[in-house]
């Protein structure tokens, strides 16, 4: 049986690939909270990364003791299965992860070349204010400063964009990242 044209028509939602976003940056920039809306925002499968850590990586974190990248190395796998299972269903999806060195961004896109990188990023002084106030969360302010030391910006041969926190809201946050996917993606609405 054969598809009618008009199931192929060019910008057809029903056809168009849902988005597999990673919202990243250092700890204390929003990333849990934009996703969360982002994912809401677009009617996609949504993970936190904080949860694919395993327990010998929480442990180093909450004693204060930065992750190296042998730690880091099956917790990016494990996110780059969760993304390449969500392009092969079909369902896009948004993950937080750090992501702060290209070659962990290299490990998520080996699981799903597609994947759109959107960095929130503010100033070391914001980001500190923010984390300070932040409980209940196993990564310590004391760890602020290694993130930033590791964090390599997105390069232009990278799929995604930076967005400076500055003093939007996480709303205004997530309609600039709706913009921002258009040209990429379509039609969001």
Known sequence: MALSDENHRVGDQSTRPRPLIVVMGVSGVGKTTVARLLADRLDLPYAEADDFHPAANIAKMTAGIPLDDADRAP????LAGW???RGEAGTGGVVTCSALKRHYRDTLRAGCP???FLHLDGSRELVADRLALRTGHFMPPSLLDSQYALLEPLQPDEHGAVVELGTHTPHELVE???TLLR???G???
């Open 183 to 185: 040209p990429v993606n």
């Open 75 to 78: 917790w990016l796998r494990a």
């Open 83 to 85: 993304l390449h299972e």
């Open 114 to 116: 597609d994947a759109y």
């Open 187 to 189: 039609d969001l609405d």
């Open 176 to 178: 600039l990242a709706v």
